[in-house]
């Protein structure tokens, strides 16, 4: 168990809706990390935020944004859903910006029928 | 722009026997830190061993070392002693310091173990 908790496990919905991921990082960690992992894009960085900013962006669509909230954890949304969205979501944690060491949440998996 | 390379899409190893995972690996920032996770087929990503590119000596955690050669831009992942369990996707990572701590993952090499 890596202490980052992600919520849902698994997600259905169908095309043209919005859904909210949810993420819990790991105690003390203040940097928290969303990546997709498709079949055919592999493990892609989406977005990273920083004690409640927005560090870096990655290969985020226009259609998914991201926040975290005072309390560290951080919410993705995924708004005007497409088929290729369907991917398993991760988030992961890291206690600063000094390149430590990534933990990942279990994921949730997202299939938009 | 950085990038992973693992060019085993899939590798088999007899339990108990030591496998070698490859991963190179291109950079221009002179300050990386290199990373190996497993995703068993149950999907969780799971952090393996860490090496940082000023380190002098290879990682070693448990069964798990990492085969640093910064000259040849490999950060190999060798597994002693393989288990079933072992059995799994292993994806190498990069993070750069010059900028974005995101992690840039490899495609993965799918690890088989046989009993």
């Known amino acids: 168990d890596s202490g980052v908790t992600q919520t849902p496990k698994h997600l259905i919905t169908a095309t043209g809706q919005r859904v909210t991921l949810r993420c819990s990082p790991r105690s003390g960690d203040l940097s928290v990390y969303w990546y997709q992992q498709s079949l055919d894009q592999g493990l892609q960085f989406l977005i990273q935020?920083?004690?409640?900013?927005?560090?870096a962006k990655g290969n985020i669509l226009e259609r998914f944004s991201a926040q975290q909230f005072p309390d560290l954890h951080s919410e993705l949304n995924l708004s005007s859903l497409e088929l290729g969205d369907s991917a398993l979501y991760f988030c992961?944690?890291?206690?600063?910006?000094?390149?430590?060491?990534?933990?990942f949440g279990p994921g949730t998996r997202l299939l938009v029928l | 722009a950085q990038k992973i390379t693992q060019t085993q899409p899939g590798m088999f190893v007899q339990e108990k026997e030591a496998v070698t995972l490859d991963c190179t690996y291109d950079?221009?920032?002179?300050?990386?830190?290199l990373f190996w996770y497993k995703q068993p087929s149950s999907g969780e990503m799971i952090f393996l061993i860490y090496q940082g590119s000023y380190d002098q000596q290879n990682a070693t955690e448990g069964r798990y070392s990492l085969n640093f050669q910064k000259a040849r831009k490999s950060a190999n992942l060798v597994i002693s002693a393989s288990q079933l369990g072992d059995s799994a996707m292993y994806f190498c990572?990069?993070?750069?310091?010059?900028?974005?701590?995101?992690?840039?993952f490899g495609k993965g090499t799918k690890l088989t173990v046989n009993p």
């Open positions: 935020y920083y004690n409640g900013e927005e560090r």
């Open positions: 990572a990069m993070m750069t310091q010059g900028g974005s701590e995101k992690l840039v």
């Open positions: 992961a944690s890291s206690v600063d910006l000094k390149g430590e060491t990534q933990y």
């Open positions: 950079t221009s920032d002179p300050s990386y830190g």
